[in-house]
Protein backbone atom coordinates (compact mmCIF):
# COMPACT_ATOMS: atom_id res chain seq x y z
CA UNK A 1 0.00 0.00 0.00
CA UNK A 2 1.23 3.88 -0.86
CA UNK A 3 3.02 5.27 2.28
CA UNK A 4 0.90 8.94 1.75
CA UNK A 5 -2.24 8.77 0.26
CA UNK A 6 -4.03 12.20 -0.39
CA UNK A 7 -7.18 13.26 -1.76
CA UNK A 8 -8.41 14.22 -4.10
CA UNK A 9 -5.47 14.74 -6.80
CA UNK A 10 -7.17 17.70 -8.15
CA UNK A 11 -9.67 20.13 -6.57
CA UNK A 12 -11.27 23.35 -8.53
CA UNK A 13 -12.92 25.83 -6.47
CA UNK A 14 -14.44 29.11 -6.58
CA UNK A 15 -13.53 31.59 -4.31
CA UNK A 16 -16.45 31.50 -1.91
CA UNK A 17 -16.50 28.26 -1.36
CA UNK A 18 -15.37 25.78 1.07
CA UNK A 19 -13.36 21.93 0.58
CA UNK A 20 -10.83 19.63 2.55
CA UNK A 21 -7.75 17.94 1.37
CA UNK A 22 -7.46 14.70 3.04
CA UNK A 23 -3.62 13.21 3.45
CA UNK A 24 -3.49 9.82 5.31
CA UNK A 25 0.01 7.76 6.05
CA UNK A 26 0.57 4.20 6.23
CA UNK A 27 4.39 4.07 7.76
CA UNK A 28 3.51 4.56 11.70
CA UNK A 29 5.26 8.16 12.21
CA UNK A 30 4.10 10.40 14.47
CA UNK A 31 4.62 13.73 12.61
CA UNK A 32 3.04 15.30 9.42
CA UNK A 33 3.46 18.34 7.35
CA UNK A 34 1.77 20.62 4.91
CA UNK A 35 3.43 22.03 1.85
CA UNK A 36 2.43 24.11 -0.86
CA UNK A 37 4.26 24.21 -4.31
CA UNK A 38 3.53 27.00 -6.84
CA UNK A 39 5.41 27.55 -9.96
CA UNK A 40 6.67 30.65 -8.63
CA UNK A 41 7.82 29.79 -5.79
CA UNK A 42 10.47 27.28 -3.73
CA UNK A 43 8.48 24.75 -1.94
CA UNK A 44 6.68 26.61 1.50
CA UNK A 45 6.32 24.53 4.47
CA UNK A 46 3.10 25.34 5.46
CA UNK A 47 2.72 23.11 9.04
CA UNK A 48 3.86 20.68 11.04
CA UNK A 49 1.96 18.67 13.61
CA UNK A 50 3.96 16.08 15.94
CA UNK A 51 2.22 13.52 17.72
CA UNK A 52 -1.35 15.37 16.61
CA UNK A 53 -0.19 18.58 17.79
CA UNK A 54 0.87 21.84 15.74
CA UNK A 55 4.36 22.57 15.94
CA UNK A 56 4.70 25.31 13.54
CA UNK A 57 3.01 27.51 11.56
CA UNK A 58 4.63 29.56 9.24
CA UNK A 59 2.26 32.69 8.86
CA UNK A 60 0.06 30.95 6.93
CA UNK A 61 -3.43 32.83 6.44
CA UNK A 62 -6.38 31.92 8.12
CA UNK A 63 -8.06 30.94 5.10
CA UNK A 64 -6.23 28.03 5.54
CA UNK A 65 -6.73 25.42 8.74
CA UNK A 66 -5.41 22.30 9.26
CA UNK A 67 -6.53 19.70 11.12
CA UNK A 68 -4.69 16.43 12.56
CA UNK A 69 -7.10 13.94 14.36
CA UNK A 70 -4.80 11.46 14.96
CA UNK A 71 -0.97 10.46 13.76
CA UNK A 72 -2.37 9.06 10.81
CA UNK A 73 -4.87 11.75 9.32
CA UNK A 74 -4.31 15.16 8.30
CA UNK A 75 -6.74 17.87 6.69
CA UNK A 76 -5.99 20.77 5.69
CA UNK A 77 -9.65 23.07 5.39
CA UNK A 78 -9.74 25.68 2.56
CA UNK A 79 -12.39 28.76 2.84
CA UNK A 80 -12.51 31.99 0.60
CA UNK A 81 -9.05 31.33 -1.12
CA UNK A 82 -8.00 33.40 -3.84
CA UNK A 83 -6.65 33.03 -7.16
CA UNK A 84 -3.08 33.21 -6.24
CA UNK A 85 -3.49 29.76 -3.74
CA UNK A 86 -3.75 28.05 -6.60
CA UNK A 87 -0.91 25.60 -6.12
CA UNK A 88 0.28 21.55 -5.35
CA UNK A 89 -0.31 21.63 -1.71
CA UNK A 90 1.91 18.52 -0.67
CA UNK A 91 1.67 16.19 2.65
CA UNK A 92 4.63 14.48 4.27
CA UNK A 93 5.15 12.34 7.25
CA UNK A 94 8.15 11.52 9.25
CA UNK A 95 9.22 8.62 11.53
CA UNK A 96 10.27 10.98 14.32
CA UNK A 97 9.05 14.05 16.32
CA UNK A 98 11.08 17.13 17.30
CA UNK A 99 10.49 19.19 13.60
CA UNK A 100 11.27 18.02 10.42
CA UNK A 101 14.64 16.73 10.38
CA UNK A 102 14.25 13.51 9.66
CA UNK A 103 13.40 12.30 5.63
CA UNK A 104 10.42 12.93 4.96
CA UNK A 105 8.21 10.83 2.83
CA UNK A 106 5.67 12.54 0.84
CA UNK A 107 2.35 11.96 -1.16
CA UNK A 108 1.38 12.50 -4.91
CA UNK A 109 -0.07 15.84 -3.48
CA UNK A 110 -3.65 17.77 -4.70
CA UNK A 111 -3.66 19.72 -7.52
CA UNK A 112 -5.59 22.72 -6.73
CA UNK A 113 -7.35 25.42 -8.77
CA UNK A 114 -8.91 28.58 -7.42
CA UNK A 115 -11.08 30.30 -9.84
CA UNK B 1 17.89 33.25 8.04
CA UNK B 2 18.28 30.01 6.36
CA UNK B 3 18.54 29.68 2.52
CA UNK B 4 19.36 27.22 0.27
CA UNK B 5 20.04 28.37 -3.56
CA UNK B 6 20.20 25.46 -6.62
CA UNK B 7 22.00 28.02 -9.35
CA UNK B 8 20.99 25.40 -11.78
CA UNK B 9 17.89 26.10 -13.13
CA UNK B 10 17.73 23.52 -16.02
CA UNK B 11 20.36 21.15 -16.91
CA UNK B 12 20.23 18.64 -20.27
CA UNK B 13 22.50 15.71 -20.49
CA UNK B 14 22.71 12.65 -23.09
CA UNK B 15 22.16 9.27 -21.74
CA UNK B 16 25.32 8.07 -20.23
CA UNK B 17 26.60 11.40 -19.18
CA UNK B 18 27.69 12.15 -15.48
CA UNK B 19 26.19 14.95 -14.16
CA UNK B 20 26.66 17.60 -11.08
CA UNK B 21 23.82 19.52 -9.38
CA UNK B 22 24.90 21.97 -6.80
CA UNK B 23 23.70 23.22 -4.14
CA UNK B 24 24.90 26.02 -1.27
CA UNK B 25 23.27 26.65 1.81
CA UNK B 26 23.42 29.52 4.79
CA UNK B 27 22.90 28.71 8.18
CA UNK B 28 23.97 30.28 11.40
CA UNK B 29 23.12 27.38 13.40
CA UNK B 30 26.11 24.57 13.80
CA UNK B 31 23.31 21.96 14.35
CA UNK B 32 21.56 21.34 10.86
CA UNK B 33 20.49 18.62 8.25
CA UNK B 34 20.49 18.44 4.49
CA UNK B 35 18.90 16.75 2.42
CA UNK B 36 17.77 15.94 -1.38
CA UNK B 37 14.73 14.85 -3.06
CA UNK B 38 13.40 13.90 -6.44
CA UNK B 39 10.42 15.07 -8.02
CA UNK B 40 9.29 12.68 -11.21
CA UNK B 41 6.67 13.86 -13.02
CA UNK B 42 4.18 12.19 -10.77
CA UNK B 43 4.44 14.78 -8.65
CA UNK B 44 5.75 12.84 -4.87
CA UNK B 45 8.94 13.68 -3.75
CA UNK B 46 10.94 11.27 -2.89
CA UNK B 47 13.57 11.48 -0.57
CA UNK B 48 17.60 10.28 -1.63
CA UNK B 49 19.76 11.52 1.23
CA UNK B 50 19.67 12.83 4.50
CA UNK B 51 23.06 14.08 6.32
CA UNK B 52 23.53 15.97 9.71
CA UNK B 53 26.14 18.74 9.98
CA UNK B 54 28.68 16.69 11.76
CA UNK B 55 28.98 14.46 9.17
CA UNK B 56 30.66 15.34 6.01
CA UNK B 57 32.11 11.47 4.83
CA UNK B 58 30.93 11.86 1.21
CA UNK B 59 28.61 8.95 0.58
CA UNK B 60 27.65 6.86 -2.66
CA UNK B 61 24.71 4.62 -3.63
CA UNK B 62 24.82 3.16 -6.77
CA UNK B 63 25.14 5.68 -9.14
CA UNK B 64 24.35 8.51 -6.77
CA UNK B 65 27.21 10.16 -5.17
CA UNK B 66 26.74 13.04 -2.89
CA UNK B 67 29.88 15.24 -1.72
CA UNK B 68 29.04 17.60 1.19
CA UNK B 69 31.92 20.36 2.05
CA UNK B 70 30.93 22.68 5.36
CA UNK B 71 34.05 24.49 4.10
CA UNK B 72 32.08 25.73 1.29
CA UNK B 73 28.65 25.26 2.71
CA UNK B 74 27.67 22.90 -0.23
CA UNK B 75 26.54 19.50 -0.45
CA UNK B 76 26.09 18.72 -4.48
CA UNK B 77 24.84 15.86 -5.64
CA UNK B 78 26.25 13.37 -8.52
CA UNK B 79 24.49 10.73 -10.90
CA UNK B 80 27.09 8.69 -12.75
CA UNK B 81 26.26 7.55 -16.13
CA UNK B 82 22.47 9.28 -16.09
CA UNK B 83 19.20 7.33 -17.66
CA UNK B 84 16.43 8.46 -19.08
CA UNK B 85 14.26 7.79 -15.45
CA UNK B 86 16.88 10.36 -13.67
CA UNK B 87 14.74 12.97 -15.44
CA UNK B 88 12.90 14.85 -12.23
CA UNK B 89 13.17 18.16 -10.87
CA UNK B 90 15.83 17.54 -7.69
CA UNK B 91 15.28 19.96 -4.70
CA UNK B 92 17.89 20.21 -2.05
CA UNK B 93 16.78 21.42 1.51
CA UNK B 94 17.88 22.94 4.57
CA UNK B 95 16.28 21.86 7.78
CA UNK B 96 16.72 23.27 11.67
CA UNK B 97 14.35 22.41 14.43
CA UNK B 98 11.25 23.10 13.37
CA UNK B 99 11.62 24.46 9.77
CA UNK B 100 12.62 23.14 6.48
CA UNK B 101 13.74 25.11 3.66
CA UNK B 102 14.00 24.29 0.07
CA UNK B 103 15.51 25.34 -2.92
CA UNK B 104 13.78 26.15 -6.25
CA UNK B 105 15.02 23.01 -7.57
CA UNK B 106 16.95 21.88 -10.49
CA UNK B 107 15.13 20.27 -13.84
CA UNK B 108 17.32 17.94 -15.09
CA UNK B 109 16.36 16.34 -18.21
CA UNK B 110 17.95 13.30 -19.66
CA UNK B 111 17.94 12.70 -23.41
CA UNK B 112 17.91 9.14 -24.89
Known amino acids: ETGVTQTPRHLVMGMTNKKSLKCEQHLGHNAMYWYKQSAKKPLELMFVYSLEERVENNSVPSRFSPECPNSSHLFLHLHTLQPEDSALYLCASSLRTGGPTYEQYFGPGTRLTVT | AQKVTQAQTEISVVEKEDVTLDCVYETRDTTYYLFWYKQPPSGELVFLIR??????QNEISGRYSWNFQKSTSSFNFTITASQVVDSAVYFCALSEMNDMRFGAGTRLTVKP
Open chain 2, 51 to 56: RNSFDE
